[in-house]
């Protein structure tokens, strides 16, 4: 990355394909307010997913830059990983928001720490039996998520 950045707490990875859940924005919002670098790892191609990040106003606290895409590979722990690369960041500094079980899985393989939100098709029983370090029922508590975080 060019130049020097301030010090970074935490690099959340959003699930792009996840981005309509509410309160979303306001997370996105608050961790950029707190200076927290945040990126995104999603199974589309680059384009589609500026497109979908954009339409719901999200992608203006991201470093698309930094994310991983359907370029970067298939699969949830190779994604994760081009994306700690793109952005130079050890997976001990990131925790990455998803909403599957795949999801949970995929961070645990990346060696990241894996906080689920329950806005998909998933429940919260199936999102911590997957072994999600820490479980949100959405992210509608801007507060609650940000300490689940660790922002």
Sequence with gaps: MPG??????????LQAGRARAPGAAAVLAALADRGVRQSVVTG??????????AVFGLDSYLNLDCGAYAEDGERRPELLRAALAHAEVAPEKTVFLGDTPADVA??????VRVVAVATGRTPTTELRYAGADIVLEGLSDTEHALAAIGA
Aim: proline share 12%.
């Design 4 to 13: 020097k950045s301030p010090p970074r707490r935490r690099f959340p990875v």
């Design 44 to 53: 589309n191609v680059r384009a589609a997913a500026e497109v979908k990040l």
């Design 106 to 111: 995929g961070g645990q393989a990346a060696g």
